[in-house]
């Protein structure tokens, strides 16, 4: 069962944008990607709302989120979240497909 969440970075001066930027050319975004059981990692900006950054993230199950969020990475992403003054809001989805195959 696959695991989406949707993660909001809201700031204020572009600098949402700054730090999805940063996590960019950090090589922090290729890193997590780069993860067993990542099976995606993209940031979108939403057109009505120039200070905040979407990110899709998703995962192939729990196990790997919770390896994920064990990670140093996740001391990256936390530090440069409280540079960019960032609040954060969290929508978790799971893929119930599966269950509904025949």
Do not use: C
């Amino acid at each position: 069962m696959s695991i989406t969440v949707h993660l909001y970075y809201t700031g204020t001066g572009g600098s949402a944008r700054a730090f999805a930027e940063e996590m960019m050319s950090r090589g922090i975004v290729d890193a997590v990607r780069a993860e067993a059981g990542n099976e995606g990692y993209a940031y979108f900006y939403p057109m009505e709302d120039p200070e905040t950054v979407l990110l899709i993230d998703r995962w192939r199950d729990q196990e790997a989120l919770d390896i994920h969020h064990k990670s140093p990475m996740m001391t990256q992403i936390a530090e440069l979240r409280t540079k960019y003054h960032l609040r954060l809001r969290v929508e978790r989805y799971a893929d119930l497909k599966e269950q509904w195959k025949a």
